[in-house]
């Protein structure tokens, strides 16, 4: 059973390296997943590949989504309303259909545009995830290590210290 836990943890230091390592010592591919850093800054490495229109889209979805946006466009709407309502000479008389058109034609626009922002947003915490999951795989592989050493260590302090009382250095009500 063993023999099958070593090769998983062989397997998996390869993976997360995405490497093909040639080494087969256990070891060895531990040191190397220690002193391999594996987790990226995410919005850093997102910035490297975006585009003038996903800036763009970002933008309007930021300004789109605000509460200044939303205030002024209730003012507008209203001196919209206001104007063409109470002006017998209004581009737009009650039922103000060139308002529902430029409205339509607004919310139109916006929606794609903000889901792709959305989209942008969900790969983001796509790959924030895969990069918690790859960390989360290192520290749980070292902390097994550590494990093993801790627990190889308490055996060969029990060895020294039955060889001590062996040897007579310590009786019994010394320890």
């Not at 002024?72 to 009650?94: E, K, R, V």
């Not at 058109?101 to 915490?125: G, H, T, Y």
């Not at 055996?155 to 007579?168: A, C, H, P, V, W």
Request: proline letters at 2%; a negative charge; charged letters at 30%.
């Amino acid at each position: 059973m063993e023999v099958k836990k070593n090769n998983t943890k062989k397997e998996i230091v390869k993976k997360l390296l995405n490497k093909d390592l040639k080494t087969d010592d256990e070891n060895e591919l531990i040191e190397m997943l220690i002193d391999e850093p594996l987790a990226i800054d995410v919005d850093k490495y997102e910035d490297e590949f975006i585009t003038f229109k996903d800036k763009l889209a970002d933008k309007i979805t930021e300004i789109a989504g605000s509460w200044n946006f939303i205030i002024t466009f209730i003012a507008f709407l209203l001196l919209w309303m206001l104007f063409n309502g109470l002006t017998n000479n209004s581009i737009d008389p009650y039922p103000f259909i060139l308002l529902n058109l430029v409205l339509s034609c607004i919310a139109a626009l916006q929606a794609p545009i903000i889901m792709m922002s959305q989209n942008r947003e969900a790969k983001k915490d796509s790959l924030r995830s895969k990069n918690d999951y790859r960390t989360d795989l290192k520290s749980e592989l070292i902390l097994e290590v550590l494990h093993d050493q801790m627990n190889e260590i308490a055996k060969n302090q029990k060895k020294i210290l039955k060889i001590l009382e062996n040897q007579g250095y310590f009786d019994e009500d010394d320890k």
